[in-house]
Every structure is written in C-alpha cells, then in structure tokens.
C-alpha cells in the first residue's frame, strides 16, 4: 500500500461523541441533520448520523503540540469517509520532514484514511478570491438548511450573509486541546461546515475537502460572508465553492471548499386500479421501506399479493408507501420491527396468521448499510460484526416465517448483489455478508425443496444506498428492476429448489 | 503547454488528492494506494479536468482506473506538446 512514507507516527484514540456534534451543531450553527437526526440519515448512503467533518479535523488539530498550532494559518483538509458519533479513530500527526513550518495529520478507522490534514504558518501569499467585498446583501443565519436543485446552481452563483460562530466553539476547542488554534482557522472551520451542510449545497450535501486561510488577526464577533460557485458539475454534483468572511475589523478567512450535493428523491406516483391482479396470498417483505425493498412492495401489490411490509428506521419512507400503493393501500400492511428481534417476527407471523391469507413468499432484503472499509488486522472485527448483524437481519424472520409459508407455490427471495461477481475493494464486509446469506438460501432450498429460493443478484440501483458522488452514475432505476423481478417470481419462470437470478442486461 | 510542464502538473494533481510525498508509478490503482477509493477517483477525475481544462468520459469517473491510464486520457484531450 502507498502511503505516506516516513517513519510512522505514534496514533492516539480519538471519540467524538454525539454531545460535541450536538455542541459543534450549536457553535458553527450547521444543523444539517445528517449529523443529528438518525431518521434522515437512514435515507442517505452513510445509513446512520455522522460527525461534522470540521468537528473531526479540529479534533485531529488538537494532538498537534500548542506552540506549533497556535503559528498555523493555513489548512487544507481532505474527508474521504465519514467518522462516526462515539466510535474510536486512530489519530496520527508529525512535522513534514523537508519542510518544518509544515504539519501533517490523518483520521483512520475501518481500516482506511477518513481525514487528511495538511496545515502550515503562512509564507507566500493567501490565495485572494477576484471579488473581496463581502457586501451588504443576504439576510441572517439560517435555522434550518436549504434545500437547493442541484440542476439550477451555475458557475457564478453568489450566497452572502450574515455569520456569527458561537461562543461554544471555543469551549469546543479547549475539550479537544486545540484552544491555541488561531480563532480565525477555528471559525473558518466552522462557517465552511455551515456553509455546506446549510446554504449550498444544503440539505443533501458532502464536504469533501477544504483549504481555509487567516491572517492571524481575527477579533470576536459577528461577521458576513460571501460564498461564490466556481464550478458545478451535474455528473457527479459536484461544487466548488469560493468564499471569504469578514467581521467589522477586517478578513478574517478565505475558503475554497469542495463539496457534492445528492439529487432529491422523487415521489412515485400511485399504481392504477386497473392494474388488479387475482389474489395471491400474503408476502412478507423485510426492509420493505426503502430503495429496491419498497419497489418490491409496490410490484407486489401490483401482481395481486397482500403485503406486510417491515422496517426499522424509516417510518417517513415506510408511509410514503401508502400513496405510492394507490387502489392496493388495503393490502399492505406496514410494521416497525427489527428485523433481528425475535418476538418483534413473531409479532408479525401472528399478524400474517390473523389476515387468514395464506403466505405464499418471504422477502428478505434487510441489510445495515455498509460504510467503505478494508480489511486490516484492526478493521477485522468491525467486518464480523457487520457480517454478524446482516445475517440476523435475515435468519430471524428466515426462521419465523418458514413454519408458516404454504406449500402451494411457496418461494422465497433474498436479496443479493451482483458485486459479488466483481467485488468492489471498499465492500469487503458487504460481500462477506452477502456470502453467507447466499449459503444460507441454499439451506432454506434444502430444508423446503418444495419452494422456489431465489438468490437475486441486483445490480447497482438508484436508491439513498448510491446516492453519493459516485454511487448514481450507471444504476438504474429499482422499480424496473423489481417489477422484472416480481414477473419472473409469479410467473412460472423459476423451478423448485436453489435459483441465482441475475439482473436483466441493460436496456 | 510542454511535456515536462504537463507531468509536473499532472503529479502535483495526484499529491494534492491522493496524499503527500508518495511516488506514485503508472500501474498504482485503487489496489495499491491507500487513499484511492471510489470517491477520491471522483475527486481526482475532477480535479484533473480541472486544471487541464479538459473533459473526461465518463467510465474515468466510474471504471477501474491506474495513474497510468488517467495520465493516457488527459494528455490525449490536452494535447502537451
């Protein structure tokens, strides 16, 4: 592996825990709620809250020794993965040995770099944006961030304002030792997270990486800012930003600052009455939804089956199924339920029982959304662990729902992927989990030859899991997908016994 | 722009992505280079179009890349002399 070549600098153990991203929310007043609200951050591909990058290099600034830090004016931070709320990350930072006034810092867990830092005392000039007046225009704050169409910003596009961080920032910095920090950096970490995760992109937003400098010289209080759109790629959503903040006395930082925005996702529109198919009996679907789960739900529906669909997190999305599901809302019955709690299965297999419908098939399509990892002696456990919780969430309603599935036409599906013919390097835990779940469909096909199991292997779909930078290029679109799916399963395409389907060349 | 100026460029792209005072040969990869996941290629892709001012297809965004065969598609749209 290439990495940086000098001598290995001892790690130390970092935990930033929810109560500093609340703290930090409340400072830099960047309160997206992809680092506080568990519920939207279910939607998107992290699956679960994460620490506002900033916080994270703030923290890594800390291990630098005072006397060093408090001489640094320039930062540049890269954030390749997200770092996550009470978890440990490993800390590393040194001097640069050809250049001393040169300090370097990294956050690592699950086995790969999470954070790159780069911080230096100033030499050659600040890279000055052309447009130094911050103005007068723009309003206050923002309580709650916008929510910006990606396909509208342009090259030119201008956001200004007011900006003020809080008094709590410095009390943040002294928690994680990095109160000899220059307060312009400091606040300049802030005001590009609020930046980002508030005015643009917003909402759906990522930063990626940030360069910020300050003249050493910033005096408390409030400040504007003016934020520029240097480039906007629809590709990939991709933003870079330029943007300068200045209080009454003067500039206090200069920011360029990459960032991608996710698209927002669009509401289906309902399935047609006309489209009544003859009963079919009952179906239950685990992680029923979201993504390519929910669109099993729909097409199920659509064929004739009642459906009891289950989720854990996702209340918003499971409702935005009753809608969708139109002349078919009577037959779907919605459950919260974790999937690997026993009696919550048994709950529902008494439901199912209670409807006087026959079951017919089992979806098994819950999995905890995989962060990229690789594989390292220290990253090992976090892999079986991952293995271990994607399993429950497949084995448990696996054997609660067996006893009752008919045997007229029984079958049962579990959903695979069809990286598992080209595995990606960042999934290892994904595909070992996919793995053993596939073994375990050739039990089931064992256990009830009378069945039809389907290992499907899905290909990349357009789902929160691949709303990111690169996740959206070349899926396509999961309800195709489940609707060709769900024709071969109540057709009679597929024998008894063990199936791999693999997803329909592209059209 | 010169051969010599394009690589000078071209390597100062990758270190500024990819990490620093790492020597990088044309067969490194995803496999080979700790920080190069699906994301920085992104970043890196970006990046390079940027500041050749050049326009990659999309597969350099999205298909398996090396140093070797990102430098091939950008010194054959910014054409260094």
Redesign the interface.
């Known amino acids: 592996?290439?990495?940086?070549?000098?001598a290995p600098a001892p790690e130390r153990a970092l935990r930033i825990t929810t109560d500093d991203v609340e703290r930090f929310a409340a400072a830099s007043g960047d309160h997206n709620p992809l680092h506080l609200d568990p519920v939207f951050a279910r939607r998107t591909a992290f699956g679960q809250p994460v620490v506002h990058g900033a916080l994270a290099a703030v923290a890594l600034l800390g291990c630098l020794p005072a006397g060093s830090l408090a001489a640094l004016r320039r930062l540049r931070v890269?954030f390749?993965?997200p770092v996550l709320p009470g978890v440990a990350v490993a800390a590393a930072v040194g001097p640069?040995a050809?250049r001393p006034d040169r300090w370097?810092g990294t956050l690592s867990a699950r086995g790969?770099?999470l954070l790159?830092l780069?911080a230096w005392s100033g030499g050659e000039a600040p890279p000055e944006p052309r447009w130094l007046d911050v103005g007068r225009g723009g309003g206050p704050m923002r309580d709650t961030p916008a929510d910006v169409e990606l396909a509208a910003v342009a090259a030119g596009d201008e956001v200004a304002g007011e900006y003020g961080a809080g008094a709590e920032l410095a009390e943040l910095a002294r928690r994680w030792d990095a109160q000899a920090l220059d307060p312009g950096l400091l606040e300049a970490l802030a005001w590009s997270s609020y930046v980002v995760g508030m005015e643009l992109p917003g909402l759906r937003s990522l930063l990626?990486?940030l360069r910020l400098s300050s003249p050493g010289s910033a005096a408390p209080g409030p400040a504007r800012h003016r934020i520029r759109v240097v480039?906007a790629?629809p590709?990939?959503g991709?933003l870079?930003l330029e943007g300068r903040l200045a209080g009454p006395a003067g500039p206090r930082a200069v920011a360029s600052i990459?960032a991608f925005g996710r698209p927002r996702s669009v509401a289906r529109a309902p399935i047609a009455a006309s489209s009544t198919a003859a009963a079919q009996g009952a179906v239950v679907v685990v992680g029923g939804s979201r993504g390519f789960g929910a669109a099993l739900v729909l097409s199920l529906l659509e064929a004739g089956y009642g459906v009891h669909a289950l989720y854990a997190v996702s209340r918003d999305a499971a409702e935005e199924l009753r809608p969708a599901a139109g002349a078919h809302v009577a037959r779907l019955s919605l459950h919260q339920v974790d999937a690997r709690d026993a009696s919550g299965v048994e709950r529902v297999a008494a439901a199912v029982r209670e409807s006087g419908e026959p079951l017919r098939g089992v979806v098994l399509n819950a999995a905890p959304p995989p962060l990229?990892m690789r594989v390292t002696s220290a990253s090992a456990k976090e892999l079986a662990d991952y293995v271990s919780d994607s399993l429950g969430r497949v084995a448990v309603p696996l054997g609660g729902l067996l006893p009752l599935l008919g045997r007229q036409g029984a079958w049962m599906l579990f959903s695979s992927t069809a990286a598992m013919a080209e595995p990606?390097?960042?999934w290892p835990h994904y595909l070992a989990a996919k793995g053993a779940m596939e073994g375990l469909a050739r039990w089931a096909a064992a256990a009830r030859p009378d069945a039809r199991v389907v290992v499907f292997r899905a290909p990349k779909m357009q789902t929160d899991l691949t709303s990111?930078?690169?996740?959206a290029?070349?899926a396509v679109s999961a309800d195709a997908v489940a609707h060709w799916l769900v024709g071969r399963i109540a057709g009679d395409a597929l024998h008894p016994g063990f199936n791999v389907v693999d997803p329909p060349a592209p059209a | 722009m010169t051969l010599a100026d394009f690589d000078a460029t071209f390597e100062e792209v990758l270190q500024d992505v990819l990490g620093w005072d790492v020597a990088f040969a044309d067969d490194d990869g995803p496999r080979t280079v700790e920080a190069w996941d699906s994301l920085m290629q992104v970043r890196l892709v970006h990046e390079l179009e940027t500041r050749f001012g050049v326009r990659l297809p999309d597969d350099a965004l999205l298909g398996e890349q090396t140093v070797g065969s990102l430098r091939s598609l950008v010194r054959e749209r910014a054409q260094p002399a």
């Open positions: 592996m290439r990495s940086r070549p000098s890269s390749a993965g640069d050809r370097w790969k770099q790159r780069e990626a990486g480039q790629d590709r990939t991709r870079l990459e990229g990606p390097l960042e990111s930078p690169s996740g290029m070349g």
